[in-house]
């Protein structure tokens, strides 16, 4: 074990997630508010709480970045995802990190990550970023969705107060980065919208520093948070559950359309984009769905962007839903490879053919994968050795 572990407490080591909101509340007429929070890096230097506070606002908490304080009581509205959960004092979030304290919002993710790993980027999944780059990935609890098939519910459906945790602030998470070797610090696991206070800090620690950033994200955030966080972000995958409001609000409970304007947001301010699609039978199984997802791809971010379908495991509230055939999940990329999308690969299996990666030019291979194992690679640079056709993504 590692230095900067021996004497903390244990890790909660969490595998990949697919990421898991509540309902999108109104609100009264509020004033626009917005402060900057206490960045240090250091223990418990700028603590909000002292005796007075619940036990698990003691150190960990920070003043949100984003929300808006009523002109008429002591409620504040968070405007960081589009739940905009309208909360009175004492009131929790949906994504069940925040607080109103005495008309005031506070994350409780700060600095206590409950998951942190090392893991290949290939894993996030980020196929066309820096192939066989160690990432040091990282996340506190929360999320803000309620995904009836979460891989980690243990942590995205709890709160922080419910999970053991790792204290580690923003400097302390860079240096045990370095100390692993990784390049790349990846924010992941549950959902990174509900620590956002702590990632934006930790990221731009980072990239001070000379390390890439990476977002594994569900997308559902406001626009402001977003632009705030883009220039500090090198990668994302973004998990585009379905391309259907109706299901969204089903299996997910939230909606699509801000998840579509955070692509094409990530897109247009230029961070490497991939996408996360799971198919799951009976819910996101159809043929047609994949198409009007394929087409608006097309439309709002181009061909280049790489897209993943996900073979289903049976997970949490939908245990009783059988796994995704194989077959399905080959027929689909070959429906999204003829509709226009030039690299479309296939996770949770062992199809071979479905990790690799082919130039759009030539069909020569490019980069041979074995699981997270890269094998035989045909790169010149950023182009086909075979014919010079330019690959997109950051090599």
Known sequence: MNSYTINRRQFLYLGTCSLCAGLTLGSPAFAAFEETTNNSSQGNQGSIFQNDAPEELWEWSREAKFYQKSQQDASVTCTTCPNFCVLSPGDRSVCRSKVNKNGRLYTLCYGNPCAVHMDPVEKKPLFHFKPGSRVFSLATTGCNFRCLNCQNWQISQSKPSEVRHQDMFPGEIIRAARNEGASCIAYTY????????????????????????????????????????????????????????????????????????????????????????????????????????????????????????????????????????????????????????????????????????????????ILERKGYILGENNLDGNSCKSCGTKIPGVW
């Open 190 to 365: 549950s959902e990174p919208i509900t620590f956002y206070e702590y990632m934006l800090d930790t990221a731009k620690k980072a990239k001070s520093e000379g390390m890439d950033n990476l977002l594994i994200s569900n997308g559902f955030i406001n626009q402001d948070p977003l632009l705030k966080l883009c220039p500090y972000i090198d990668g994302a995958n973004i998990n585009l559950k379905a391309f259907s409001e109706e299901i969204y609000r089903t299996l997910n409970g939230g909606n699509l359309e801000p998840v579509l304007r955070t692509l094409k947001t990530l897109f247009d301010q230029g961070v490497h984009l991939e996408m996360t699609n799971l198919v799951i039978p009976g819910y996101t199984e159809d043929e047609d769905m994949l198409k009007k997802m394929c087409n608006w791809i097309l439309e709002n971010v181009g061909p280049d962007n790489p897209l993943h379908l996900l073979r289903f495991i049976p997970r949490y509230k939908l245990d009783k839903v059988s796994p995704t055939p194989v077959s399905t999940l080959k027929k689909f990329r070959k429906i999204a490879m003829q509709e226009g999308v030039r690299y479309v690969y296939i996770g949770n299996t062992n199809y071979s053919p479905g990790l690799n990666t082919f130039c759009h030019g030539c069909g020569e291979l």
